[in-house]
């Protein structure tokens, strides 16, 4: 599902890999908490902030329900996000790994990137069938997609595509298992790797240290600290 | 626009509503978002002494009306609060109180004391935390533990003393009681609700602890008549909390005799749930003619 | 399909679900709604020895995810009980549960001579009736007042007996053990918790007495700590209820180590939720590949 | 505003006083408890149940939000009602009083009585406007209205319209200061009356004692030995 809100606040812009907390219910409605989900695509001529999520269970069921004109409550950016013109300016050769819905924040990852000079490598694994992928064609070098399926693409995982050691860095979303395996292969070929983590959320403002991820480097909040990590610090 | 602020503990509060600590950070992580200083605290995450890095596995788990936390108390430690968070707490334009938990007596002396020499406004001794040396059960369930380690911080602390407490004490009233006669110059309560979970698919509890702290209105009805027995058992201010996500709430709270509330889990629905129920105190207390907290605090007993 | 039965204290209960007392009449007035046969069983309406009008005032209050009652134990006493309701409550199709209170121990001991003589399967003694002669304060608040009662109405029990406990116990744990030491067959807890609502137009409190008993799904995670803890602290079966409203509520408990589960304000939200919870129950089985309830009760322990 | 559904059970037909607990919500969803509305019209040929309602809270709204098709869970029909068959057996001169809301569980007890062969007297009380009259008129005898407004008909209370000495019994639904008011005149000529009466409500069937009212002949249960009472025995 996609889901786009007018953002107007231009002191603030969202950029790659930053989240919102979405409530299209009242205050005192089911679910108590807010959901967390990942800027898709920010237009900073129009203001078009979209979203583009899975619907779950009763918060992004309720998301799905909202009508035109409905009230949404946005709060954000918040996170880290990628910092893509730091990256685009270290480093040359970037592979950008996604998983399902996992995606959704690597569009304007690889735009940003593509702007700041870095046409990225895309791999994407989904379990049946690639969904979205037209908008990425502009951004990227090449598109290497795999399906658990085989109906598309690579019959297999999509770590099976990657080639870690022709990249400088590599930047992955998707589930835990996908960036574990590819946060493996950096590991051993010694590339840098950055993931960005899911974890439940209350107050997304690094505030009430319910998304705490203990790392490495001690306990970090997702929220705040994160989403994005060195996938070196949050996996062994 | 009505008066809404407080006298407290010889402290001048802007309004009525504190933010809980635990839901709100130090203060900065909620500047951008509305103006604290509208607000009549801000009770900071609970500290430790050494600090601790909280619990492992789930941490939130969301219930009819209600949220469970297992945080776990994971905190930086007193002295990197003082060197690192506390100078953004005070630029937040409101009364600082520095929510402390301990396992043992000594750590809680410690703590205050260094609290007190850095200059926070209020210390929130959270009695909630369990004792190491009684075999794990908290301070805050027996009068007799929590008058122990509340005479204790008493000898220390050089700021007014709040004493929070936990709902799973034995008796509240006999409760409030030890903690005034060991010298609490208030009280506030509820902390959060023990309650458990069980997650079908693993068959086993969602919380590594097996137990987790309920927050949230479905607490509200238990939380508020824990407080207006408190404000029965004691002659000093009692600070009210648990579940308030309104206005109305709150003036519940206040009638029953709260000198001020708290608002903890609601931070989360609602990011400006603080001033907004700061907000729509002012807009009843206007719409009944009411001018000032003082003329209808406690007003319900 | 799974096989739901429960073996409880010697009789054969078709299902885990045993309607709540108060919640469900006496049973015939959800016999034209649902199928009856399918329950564990029915709890009746709170009795007392000589019966009572039960409060004046407010008697419901809804709060999120909860509601508030005070009913005051209206009943029309247990010869009336016998010679009127009993009949029809035998004829429901599923083991009579009398739930009794009393004032006084020698109510207590009266009323359960009576009903054991005219036949019910089970009594269920709730100890949460303020104790006359002890100033007040409910027999299910301190281990060793309820120990007294209990042990008095062991003595001339003779059909099993269920202790039904207050959330308010000073402790959980040892009002169990104190309890079974004193001759219970089975705990069933919770009762409501005590909780307390302001009407604000008014500026006093919704219910004459202040307080009231607060129920249903806000209440379910902290009455599933409670049972946890029951199973914890004795042999003897523990009952569980408190809020639960799906199967899968009724799952969490009955992994907690429930012998069966009681459900009573969902009737409320739907005179169905018995048999649906039941069903449910039989659902989640089957899709899981579990045969009887014996297979996971307890495994989350 | 006003609902019709589908009422299929014959075996359990409503009629005049009686209610049903109506649910447009899921059981978890809130307000907790059911809404009691009283029976406006039963058609026995079509089954078509009709309820008539005024928004207040959050139930009467979530009412009034339902669409074609939607589920609503309706329980009942719950309560005594009046016994119009025995009443217009005994009684040849009927008064009927409402006033508001309370006006709508009258029609179907003027119809009825109509139908059993006696055509009532109409006495209704509004703040401003009478509304709904014109559905009244085929099934009584004189229509009388009064509202608080003098907008439309006689300006003050309907309890000023009304001599009860002129009938042999009078029936009243509507705001309990009107209902006092009818019974006290009543008690007064020694004509009896019967009152319906309004309580919170968590089961509707019996079981839950929370709508009891303590009368004279001792506590009754509204939601079963209710609603209608005989007026004497339940105000002083
Ligand atoms: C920083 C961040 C960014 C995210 N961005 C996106 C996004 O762009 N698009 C998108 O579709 N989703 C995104 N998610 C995940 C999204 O927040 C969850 O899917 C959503 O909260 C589920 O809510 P629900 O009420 O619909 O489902 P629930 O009823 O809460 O859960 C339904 C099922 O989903 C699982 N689930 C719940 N929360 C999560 C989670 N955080 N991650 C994975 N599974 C979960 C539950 O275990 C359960 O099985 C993001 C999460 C985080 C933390
Ligand atoms: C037997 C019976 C039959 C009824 N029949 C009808 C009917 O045919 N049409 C109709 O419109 N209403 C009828 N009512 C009243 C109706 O049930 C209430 O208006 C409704 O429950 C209010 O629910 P709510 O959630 O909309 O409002 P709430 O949010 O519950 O309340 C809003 C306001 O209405 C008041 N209120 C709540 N319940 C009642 C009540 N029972 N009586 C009067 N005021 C109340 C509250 O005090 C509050 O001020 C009947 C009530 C009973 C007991
Ligand atoms: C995520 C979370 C963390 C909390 N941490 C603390 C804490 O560190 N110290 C403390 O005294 N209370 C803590 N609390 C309790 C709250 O301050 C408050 O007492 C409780 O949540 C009830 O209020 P509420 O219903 O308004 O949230 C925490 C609560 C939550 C939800
Ligand atoms: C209206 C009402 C009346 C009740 N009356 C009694 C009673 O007479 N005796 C008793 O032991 N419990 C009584 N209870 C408590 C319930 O049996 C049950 O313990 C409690 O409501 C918690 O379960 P629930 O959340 O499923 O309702 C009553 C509860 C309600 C809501
Ligand atoms: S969600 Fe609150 S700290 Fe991250
Ligand atoms: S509403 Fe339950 S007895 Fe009347």
């Given at each position: 599902m996609r889901l786009t809100v007018q953002w107007q606040d231009r002191s603030r812009e969202p950029h790659a890999g930053q989240f919102y907390m979405l409530r299209a219910w009242a205050a005192d409605a089911t679910p108590i908490l807010s959901r967390p989900i990942s800027?898709?695509?920010?237009?900073?001529?129009?203001?078009a902030l979209t979203f583009l999520y899975q619907v779950k269970g009763e918060g992004t069921h309720k998301l799905a329900a909202l009508k035109k004109d409905d009230t949404l409550t946005v709060t954000g950016p918040c996170g880290n996000g990628f910092d893509t013109a730091a990256l685009a300016g270290q480093y040359k050769r970037i592979a950008v790994v996604g998983g399902g819905i996992g995606t959704a924040p690597l569009l304007l990852l690889c735009k940003e990137l593509c702007r700041a000079g870095v046409r990225p490598d895309l791999f994407v694994g989904f379990r049946d069938t690639t969904y979205g992928m037209d908008r990425f064609v502009p951004w990227c070098r090449d598109i290497y997609a795999a399906t658990d399926s085989g109906k598309e693409g690579h019959h297999g995982l999509v770590t099976d595509l990657l080639?870690?050691?022709?990249?400088?860095i590599v930047l992955t979303c998707g589930p835990m298992v996908m960036m574990r395996g590819v946060a493996k292969l950096c590991a051993a070929a010694g590339v840098p790797c950055l993931a960005s983590l899911e974890k439940k959320m209350a107050c997304g403002l690094g505030a009430c240290l319910g998304c705490t991820c203990h790392t490495k480097i001690g306990p970090v909040t997702v929220c705040k600290d994160g989403p994005v990590f060195n996938a070196q610090e949050v996996f062994d | 626009m009505a008066d809404l602020h407080v006298d407290f503990l010889g402290k001048r509060l802007a309004g009525p509503v504190i933010a809980a600590s635990g839901t709100f950070g130090f203060g900065p992580e909620y500047a951008g978002i509305e103006d604290l200083r509208v607000l009549g605290g801000i009770s900071g995450k609970g500290l430790t002494l050494n600090g601790q890095p909280g619990n492992e596995g789930e941490r939130l788990y969301e219930t009819p009306s209600g949220l469970m936390n297992s945080i776990g108390l994971q905190n930086p430690g007193v002295q990197h609060f003082i060197d690192h968070e506390l100078p953004a707490m005070r630029r937040c334009g409101t009364t600082v109180w520095a929510n402390l938990g301990g396992h043992t007596i000594e750590e809680n002396v410690e703590g205050v004391q260094m609290l007190c020499a850095a200059g926070v406004d209020f210390i929130e001794l959270n009695i909630s935390c369990p004792n190491v040396k009684q075999g794990g059960l908290a301070f805050g369930i027996r009068a007799a533990d929590a008058g122990e380690v509340v005479s204790a911080v008493r000898k220390v602390c050089t700021v007014p003393l709040i004493v929070k407490l936990s709902?799973?004490?034995?008796s509240i009233p006999e409760m409030c009681k030890a903690v005034e006669a060991a010298g609490a110059d208030a009280i506030s309560l509820c902390n959060t609700f023990q309650a458990c979970a069980i997650d079908l698919e693993k068959r086993r509890p969602v919380f590594n602890n097996t137990f987790a702290g309920l927050s949230g209105p479905a607490v509200r009805p238990i939380a508020l008549r824990m407080v207006w027995q408190a404000v029965g058992a004691v002659s000093i201010p009692v600070v009210g909390l648990g579940g308030i996500l309104t206005g109305k709430d709150a003036l519940e709270f206040i009638m029953a005799g709260a000198a001020a509330v708290q608002v903890g889990t609601a931070n989360f629905l609602d990011p400006k749930a603080c001033t907004r129920i700061t907000n729509e105190i002012g807009q009843w207390m206007d719409a009944h003619g009411v001018k000032t907290l003082d003329e209808i605090r406690g007003c319900a007993r």
């Open positions: 800027v898709d695509d920010f237009d900073n001529q129009t203001g080639d870690v050691s022709k990249y400088d | 709902p799973q004490a034995e």
